[in-house]
């Protein structure tokens, strides 16, 4: 069942793709990745050039299932005999299928990218993130992009600040007596 999204995440895409401005999404849920297909459609309408490139950053695996994998690989068959019903198949396989899957980067290695340029960066493992690295890779996204930050679940938006995350191992809280 298709849920109609809400008009002030459009505007604000359009806006921000009209002003040249990023915009920065935080999704929540197990099944936050599945919304990246829409926006992403909805980026693609907004910028008139070419279809914007994807940038998808995590720590240790990016979340795609060994299931997901085999079904990627059935949606290329068919997409090359021309036999694929866009009604079947899942939205998210399609559009990893799609999109140019070569701008996938580990957290640990994102130097690299530096220099590039990015119409939407995706940051998987929230977690994981440090000052340094969100600021290298909301660098590379180009004025009118989009930044998704994609938390797998919070009990309330409250827990957000207490989050233990990696950035806190490298501090000590020892008190001095």
Not at 2 to 8: F, L, T
Not at 81 to 105: I, M, Q, Y
Not at 110 to 131: H, S, V, Y
């Amino acid at each position: 069942m298709r849920k109609k999204v809400d008009e002030r995440i459009r505007t604000l895409i359009e806006n921000g793709v009209k002003l040249r401005h990023r915009s920065l999404f935080l999704i929540i849920g197990d099944k936050s990745r599945d919304q990246i297909v829409n926006l992403h459609y909805m980026l693609s309408k907004a910028v008139v050039k070419s279809r914007p490139s994807v940038l998808w950053c995590y720590k240790d695996k990016l979340e795609l299932s060994s299931h997901k994998k085999k079904e990627q690989k059935q949606v290329k068959k068919l997409m090359q005999r021309g036999l694929l019903d866009p009604e079947k198949v899942d939205p998210f396989s399609l559009f990893l299928e799609t999109w140019r899957f070569d701008h996938t980067c580990l957290y640990k290695d994102t130097e690299r990218i530096l220099g590039n340029t990015f119409g939407m960066c995706i940051l998987q493992d929230f977690e994981a993130l440090t000052p340094n690295l969100l600021a290298r890779t909301i660098e590379t996204v180009e004025g009118g992009g989009l930044i998704v930050l994609l938390l797998r679940s919070l009990s309330s938006l409250t827990s957000l600040y207490t989050m233990v995350m990696d950035v806190h191992e490298r501090f000590s809280y020892r008190v001095p007596f």
